[in-house]
């Protein structure tokens, strides 16, 4: 079921809730499509969709979060292009970074 497994935004503290925190920035913009840059400040279960959604952008594909149609393959179009993270033993700054994917929405955005 799609309502399964679901996280909700609030502008408020509720009771169980978990503060979930992220800032983005609009790289580029075709059409009614947006590239983003998004720094966690929080890592919460499905966070960067709920917040998205809760703000009127959801991410191509998305049904789940309010996106109006899934892509064919039932991906989303969510990348994470560069990661970087503190080990959690070493302390040691990890910095991990992936292709974009050659795909015609992304490679729109002009990489």
């Known amino acids: 079921s799609q309502k399964k ?10 009771p169980n809730s978990k503060k979930a925190t992220l800032q983005y920035k ?23 969709r709920t917040q998205l959604a809760a703000i009127n952008c959801p991410i191509k594909g998305d049904e789940r979060y309010g996106f109006k149609r899934g892509n064919r393959d039932r991906s989303i179009h969510l990348h994470a292009w560069k990661l970087a993270f503190r080990h959690p033993v070493t302390d040691e700054l990890v910095k991990l970074e992936a292709p974009i994917p050659d795909e015609v929405v992304w490679q729109a955005f002009d990489f």
């Open 26 to 48: 609009v790289i580029a913009s075709i059409d009614n499509y947006h590239l983003l840059e998004i720094n966690l400040l929080t890592g919460r279960h499905h966070q960067i």
């Open 5 to 14: 497994n679901r996280s909700y935004a609030h502008d408020e503290e509720k």
